[in-house]
């Protein structure tokens, strides 16, 4: 392997979102409450995403992810290495997930008002609604791939420079095929995304 290959590697896994997340909750562990901030905006587009695939509302996803984070300040002790906090997070947002999908039926009557409020001034009502549609849709069909690229396509969805090392510990593969297995998956997307008439 070249040397330039290993740094870009090196430097990816230097940089990845769970290697940031880590340093951050390290240093919120440490006393520096300004870290529990940059934790919060680094991995809150991924928790969202996580209780997302579980076909929640948006009112129901944003609970969820807030729920996650009160469980982890009211917790944060059992997290014992700070390299575990990406894990902990991901697993903590899916249970919490898991349970809101029995009640969020519940709550889908009040959600265009939740979703309204929310909504940004400047942006038409159609523009926002299509957006949301488009988003659920591709989730949609995210799950119908088999669990590995479901796992793969959402890690690297928020990552442009991915820990491959971490990645191939995680889905118990090789560093090697994590490319190829990523492209196989983004074809099987397409060729769903096709036969349902999204592209």
């Given at each position: 392997m070249a040397a330039s290959d290993v740094a870009g590697r090196s430097g990816a896994a230097e940089t990845s979102v769970w290697v940031r997340a880590a340093a951050c909750f390290g240093r919120w562990?440490?006393?520096?409450?300004?870290?529990?901030?940059?934790?919060?905006?680094?991995?809150?587009p991924v928790l969202?995403?996580?209780?997302?695939?579980?076909?929640?509302?948006?009112a129901a996803a944003e609970d969820a992810v807030q729920n996650t984070w009160l469980a982890l300040v009211r917790n944060s002790h059992q997290v014992l290495e700070a390299v575990a906090i990406g894990g902990w997070l991901l697993t903590t947002a899916r249970r919490t997930a898991w349970r809101a999908?029995?009640?969020d039926a519940k709550a889908f009557a009040v959600e265009d008002t939740q979703l309204a409020a929310a909504l940004p001034h400047t942006a038409p009502a159609e523009a926002s609604a299509m957006e949301q549609?488009?988003?659920s849709a591709l989730w949609q069909h995210v799950q119908t791939l088999d669990e590995r690229c479901q796992r793969l396509l959402r890690i690297v969805a928020f990552d442009d420079r991915p820990d491959y090392a971490g990645l191939a510990q995680s889905l118990g593969m090789p560093i090697g095929s994590i490319g190829p297995t990523r492209r196989r998956c983004l074809d099987k997307l397409r060729s769903s995304l096709e036969k349902g008439g999204q592209l």
């Open positions: 562990q440490g006393g520096d409450t300004a870290a529990l901030d940059e934790l919060v905006k680094l991995m809150t969202w995403h996580t209780v997302r695939a579980y076909g929640l509302s948006q999908k029995s009640t549609l488009a988003s």
